[in-house]
Structure formats: structure tokens, C-alpha cells
């Protein structure tokens, strides 16, 4: 949902088309076959549904399931890993950057393949923090108790004097202020994966407009999801800073 | 696991086979409509294992799905919840009895409607706890993080002068001690809905023995898995004291 915010409100007119596999969610603790599994019926039933482009916009199923999906679908297939690295390397000073992420992404270890594809010379330092999806979820994006998980989780990047640090799960963003805050205001600089992939694609929209099918008159982007709790809503409403209606399916 | 390890303890030569649907977990967090579904799916696969009894070793499962798998199969059916009830109803002295579980368990008021039933004089206080699954799952169980999120979610019901608590979630068990100590030793006795089950299952297989398919020379316990990762195969450790041969189907 974060990802679709962004692209939301980076390309306004743009038409979405938001698959949430609320049902089956979290992608983070589940092993790569069942991700890549999910993944290639999630993106069935986007291309049913009409989309003529894809964003990978988790990055559990980015870090497991984007080669298979590109192998197996012919269009254009987006995932919030590689403009991340590519913001992530052109940011840092120091050479070292940190990501944090789910066990699934941080287990993949493709965040540190990827940056020393770009720069072999960058160290890159990984911290599973399997807790931040739930605490979120719970709707704790400001409790004392998230503090102190957060300062257990980051003090080992906090150790090793990164300068950036990439927040490498979409949920992250909720969480920003108090990472920022965590890491120090001045010292590091958060990559968020949402807001990376939405410029991407802005500026592959602009040299591929045949792709960019925009809302018509009276059109509303659509925001499918395999189950409807309160607490989903009420997270969507959190994020899209409106209520959101999601059609279950 | 925390109800087969149970079971295992009670009836060591019983036949076991258990699913776990560790692809879709968590169950708490998803609305009844998905739990039920998933739910008949899981006791199909059971039944066609050869299953002769089926226990829903799930709170959530249990509160929202019982009805409906009774209705679709014919076969004895037992869950989590009735059990607890029973011996919550018989412990309490005070009258006020406390429960705690999942969101989807809570938000169901089975616990309340289902004490009612029995005594309708009992004072039934609930609370949602929904970071206590991941929490286990993260093996945080004797974590200071874990203590208190705990604090902040037993601190209504310790108010409300309870005697009694259900533990409504088949993960509790392994924060038995902690939620223990901070409800007070002598002050709250904890029902493990795990441990009541196995217990009521004991009986009946005493009075019905045509049930009571029991392992053979040679012949093991069989579980089943919708997924494996390893920190599943930890927590199976755990709970079951030795390494586990998790089956993924």
C-alpha cells in the first residue's frame, strides 16, 4: 500500500490497479517456494485484471520471486529492490550501508548482491526485523515498545557507522520518524523502497507512454485484496490518508 | 505443536497426524470468512490421511470455523476452546475470568458467550494481544521487549481483580512463565486451552476405543507442513524437545 501511495501520488492520473494478498500476508517468514508460488498467481490476476505493467511491491516477493515472474510473463515487471540499491549507492559517503528488512529479504542476502554488483567496493551491513510488520499492523507506529525493539534491532547497524540505510520492506515507511530518529537526524540517511520504485517508474512512463493509461473521467484506481479485516482498513486509511475501498476477491 | 506435543505427553502410543498450515499462518489476524475456508481445506487433507478424529488445534480456527466443520464432516470433532471453558468455569473462586488470544479469537466473544452458557453468573474480561504470536515466532520468549508488551497487555486485566486467565492461543503456552509472573503466582491460575484439549481427548478415547488407532512397531507420528523455514523447525524443536521431521505438502 505504501507503494501504491507513492505512485499515487507521484503520478496522479495514472491508473492503478492494487492486488493485497491480505489473506496470505506475511510474505517475510514464509520460505522462497511458497513466495514465488503466491507471487505468480498474484501477478495472474493483475494481468487478468488488465495491468500492462507490474511492481513487485514487497520486497520478500522482489527478493525471491522477481526472476521467476520476469522468465514467466512478457511486459515490464518493476520490484522495489534495485532502485533502492541504485539510490542507496549513489547516496553513501562512508561506504557503508545498512538494510533492514523481513527474515525472507534479509535471508536472500540480495540487497548486499546487488549493491556490490553496482560497487564492489561498498560494505553492506543486514538486520533481519521480523517484529516491525506486526508492530505496524498493531497499529504501533508511535509506542514506547516499538522504541525499544527498534533501538535492539538497530543497534547493531548503528555500531558499524552507516551513513544510509535502506528501509527494505514497504512497511518501513510507517516506522520512518522513529528509525530517523533512532539512527540520528544528521547521520544516515533512510533509502524508502516505496518512494524509489514510484520514481522509477515515472521515468520509464515518460519514455514508454504507451504505457501510461491514465484515469478517465468518473475512473478510480482499484484496490483488490484477498480479505478485508479492521485492522487492514484501517491501515489503508493510515497510509492513503482517506478510506480506501477494498473489493474483496 | 503446543496441542500435539500435548497429546503426545498424555497418549504416548496414539497415531498422530497433524497439519500445519504454516504457509498461511498467521490465522489470528484474518478475517472468519478466509479462516473458515482455509479451515475445511486443512481437515480434507487430514481426513484423506486417514484421520478418524479431528482436534482444531487453533484458537482462532476453532472460534470462528467449529460450527461449519462439524456441519461438513461426520466425524468427532474436538477444539480448544470448549475445554478451557469447562475448567475456567470450574477454577475461578472470584467470578472474573479473564481471556486472552488472537483478534480474530477475541473479536468472536466465543470465550464469553460460551462461559455464559455454562454459568451465566461469571464475569468474562477479554483482551486482543495480537504481537504475542510474532513475538514466539521471533523466539523471543523470555525477552525484555516480550515482558513489556506483556505489561501493557495484561495491565486491564490485572485490574479487573481476575482469578483465572485463559490462555485462548495455542502459542501462549510458551510464555506461560511470564505471563505467570506478571499476573502474580498465587493470585491467577492460567488455563492452557492446549493442554485441556489433550485432556479431554484422553477421556474420550477411554470410553470410545474404536478411535484409539495406536502406532505400531516401527510406525511414527506424521507432520505435515504447508511450509518450512527454519525458524519453524526451531519452535518445533522447542516445543517438542527434540528435532522434528516436518513433512512439506
Not at 520478500?60 to 522468465?71: G, H, T, W, Y
Not at 517508474?201 to 478485508?228: A, H, I, W
Request: charged letters at 20%.
Amino acid at each position: 500500500m505504501t507503494v501504491a501511495r507513492a505512485v499515487e501520488t507521484m503520478i496522479p492520473d495514472l491508473r492503478i490497479i492494487y492486488y493485497g494478498d491480505l489473506a496470505r500476508t506475511p510474505y517475510g517468514s514464509k520460505s522462497p517456494e511458497t513466495i514465488i508460488e503466491y507471487s505468480v498467481h498474484n501477478t495472474e490476476f493483475l494481468i487478468n485484471q488488465g495491468a500492462q505493467v507490474i511492481i513487485i511491491a514487497c520486497n520478500s516477493a522482489a527478493s525471491v520471486a522477481s526472476e521467476v515472474l520476469r522468465q514467466n510473463f512478457n511486459l515490464p515487471i518493476f520490484e522495489v529492490i534495485s532502485p533502492a540499491v541504485d539510490r542507496a549507492v549513489t547516496t553513501t559517503h562512508s561506504g557503508n550501508i545498512g538494510v533492514i528488512g523481513t527474515r525472507a529479504t534479509i535471508r536472500s542476502e540480495i540487497y548486499d548482491r546487488k549493491i556490490k554488483q553496482v560497487a564492489p567496493e561498498l560494505k553492506v551491513f543486514s538486520k533481519a526485523c521480523p517484529l516491525l510488520v506486526p508492530l505496524v499492523e498493531e497499529g504501533w507506529t508511535d509506542a514506547r515498545e516499538t522504541k525499544m525493539i527498534l533501538r535492539k534491532y538497530l543497534a547493531p547497524l548503528k555500531q558499524k557507522q552507516i551513513d544510509t540505510l535502506v528501509l527494505g520492506c514497504t512497511h518501513y515507511p510507517l516506522l520512518k520518524d522513529l528509525i530517523q530518529h533512532r539512527m540520528g537526524k544528521n547521520r544516515v540517511r533512510l533509502i524508502d523502497s516505496s518512494v524509489e520504485v514510484a520514481l522509477t517508474l515515472q521515468t520509464y512512463l515518460q519514455e514508454n507512454p504507451q504505457f501510461y493509461e491514465t484515469l478517465q473521467n468518473g475512473d478510480v484506481n482499484r484496490y483488490f485484496v484477498s480479505d478485508t479485516t479492521k485492522a487492514a482498513i484501517s491501515t489503508a486509511e493510515k497510509i492513503f490518508g482517506r478510506p480506501i475501498d477494498l473489493i474483496k476477491v
